[in-house]
């Protein structure tokens, strides 16, 4: 991950483990990060069947890469490349999400896919109502390919819960079950690519909301 945040991103981001929970927010546990390695990964996929063949190959397997950003399609590659060292061949697909999205809605897909859905925002409070795409509560709508009655159980007890602090300690046993089961394990973190010319622009305040930092043109202060 810092290798991938370093190369790709130019060290602007930071590593991404666990979904929905952001790793330079001050309630983040260092129990809750996946160290590098490749020694591991090797003898689980020995262990599960996945026996190396000819030319090294265990199995081919895509991923999906949205075009959101040119960012996204560096960061897929990468990891392709981490992946083929250990022997998953990874053609990386990139073409535009409304073709993907309707498999995803029918509960169809079955190719991971690189995305910050719609819980990958570092902006988003730790203690806010977390998981509805991991749920059949989004029935007929986006879906994160799994739907788990763990993460509805805690959903629905942090949606009614008035108290944030039990709301957040709530989250936290949500943010140990994402990291023991693996789901949607995180790359890096990747920046708005928001620029702007300080000769004319002195200041930018932005506003925190759950899919991004949102920046009003009302909010720009003027160098001159």
């Given amino acids: 991950r810092d290798a991938i945040n370093n190369a790709v991103l130019s060290g602007l981001g930071w590593p991404a483990h666990v979904m929905s929970f952001d790793m330079k927010n001050p309630n983040w546990q260092k129990k809750w990060e996946y160290p590098y390695d490749p020694a591991q990964a090797e003898k689980l996929l020995d262990q599960a069947g996945y026996k190396k063949g000819a030319g090294g190959v265990r199995f081919e397997m895509p991923l999906f890469v949205q075009t959101t950003s040119p960012a996204?399609?560096?960061?897929?590659?990468?990891?392709?490349?981490?992946?083929?060292?250990?022997?998953?061949?990874?053609?990386v697909l990139k073409y535009s999400f409304t073709i993907f999205r309707p498999g995803l809605v029918a509960r169809a897909n079955t190719v991971p896919y690189l995305t910050q859905g719609d819980e990958g925002m570092t902006s988003i409070p730790y203690d806010w109502p977390h998981g509805t795409t991991l749920t059949s509560m989004t029935r007929g709508g986006f879906s994160a390919g799994m739907e788990l009655p763990k993460v509805v159980e805690i959903f629905r007890k942090t949606s009614k819960e008035p108290d944030a602090q039990k709301r957040l300690a709530a989250n936290l046993e949500l943010a140990q079950y994402y990291y023991d089961q693996a789901l949607n394990p995180g790359v890096a973190v990747v920046p708005k690519p928001v620029t702007v010319n300080p000769k004319s622009i002195k200041a930018w305040p932005m506003h925190m909301s759950a899919f991004s930092q949102i920046n009003s043109p009302e909010d720009i202060v003027l160098a001159r």
């Fill in 72 to 91: 996204n399609y560096e960061l897929g590659d990468a990891v392709a490349g981490y992946w083929a060292k250990i022997g998953v061949q990874t053609p």
